[in-house]
């Protein structure tokens, strides 16, 4: 909210803090939907390479997965039918 000061001389907007913990938030902020931004027009811009990309961390991370299942369970029993 504008303080009293600054409503006496007209001004009547909010004034931008130049430093502080709201200050590096808003900065933070600007700076990740700058990047967001980026990349999505990268990936605009080369569809091909993105679904290869999209395709190649979900096969990875279905093996990781895989390996961790699999590490999980334990080894089968053999049972001797003679």
């Known amino acids: 909210m504008a303080n009293i000061k600054n409503l006496r001389t007209g001004f009547t907007g909010e004034l931008d803090e130049a430093s502080g913990v709201a200050a590096k938030a808003k900065q933070a902020a600007s700076y990740v939907k700058d990047e967001a931004t980026a990349v999505a027009m990268t990936a605009h811009d ?4 993105t ?5 190649m961390v979900g096969a990875a991370a ?3 997965g895989y390996l961790l299942g699999s590490a999980g369970s334990p080894p089968p029993q053999r049972s001797r039918y003679w």
């Open 46 to 49: 080369h569809p091909s390479a």
């Open 51 to 55: 679904s290869t990309a999209f395709l």
């Open 62 to 64: 279905f093996l990781a």
